[in-house]
């Protein structure tokens, strides 16, 4: 059964450094999203990406976030310059082929942001 | 914008017993809510959803039930065992983004 991917499963970083997320979506599917969720809470939005342009962002998604396709299968989540605040579980997920709404989640990366 | 409560947050049953998790969501043009599953230190899995065309919707020990007119859904799962044990979201769409509930902890006691 397909399946989202990402790697890494966790990293650790200094404060002020810039991370790369990444995530393989499901072959096929056309809309791509990055939440996170933080230790205890509940799954937050951050962005959605469709038609290799950012389609909705959260207030959560500033400045300092960017995402990229920079090929047919990968989709990265930068982080440009961590914060402490930015500690947490970053989940890439992707839809389509069942409709927009139907979305299914990859592993997740923990970032560690000391 | 659509805004998603979950109830309980917590929620201990002994193996065989049914457990049931509710949500409420606030915007009535929501058309489509699906439940996830979070085993501990994984991804939310998609375990079932309903469109709001249907009332309820079952798979195997699994059924969710909508009720459009009250605003809620509700995760049903009959005949529970330990490996049912995990963190459950709701979720309701907003404009193609998922908005979740806050989770349900089920522990299902051997």
Redesign the interface.
């Known amino acids: 059964e397909p399946e989202v991917t990402q790697t890494p499963s966790h990293q650790v970083t200094q404060m002020g450094q810039e991370v790369i997320l990444r995530c393989v979506p499901i072959s096929n599917h056309l809309y791509f999203y990055w939440y996170r969720q933080i230790l205890g809470q509940k799954v937050e939005f951050l962005v959605s990406f469709y038609n290799n342009e950012i389609s909705e962002k959260s207030e959560i998604f500033d400045d300092q976030f960017s995402v990229e396709r920079p090929d047919g299968s990968n989709f990265t989540l930068k982080i440009r310059s961590t914060k402490l605040e930015d500690s947490a579980m970053y989940f890439c997920a992707s839809s389509g082929t069942g409709g927009r709404d139907t979305q299914y989640f990859g592993p997740g990366t923990r970032l560690t942001v000391l | 914008g659509e805004n998603v409560e979950q109830h309980p947050s917590t929620l201990s049953v002994q193996e065989g017993d049914s457990a049931v998790i509710k949500c409420t969501y606030s915007d009535s043009a929501s058309n ?1 809510f ?1 439940w ?1 599953k979070q085993e501990l230190g ?5 375990i079932i ?1 309903i469109r709001s065309n249907v009332g309820e919707k079952k798979d195997q020990r699994i059924a969710v039930t909508l009720n459009k007119t009250a605003k809620h859904f509700s995760l049903h799962i009959t005949e529970t065992q330990p490996e049912d044990s995990a963190v459950y ?1 709701c979720a309701a ?1 907003q ?9 349900t902890r089920l522990q299902v006691f051997p």
């Open positions: 489509y699906p996830y994984k991804g939310p899995q998609l959803d979201f769409p404009q193609g983004k998922l908005i979740f509930g806050t989770g």
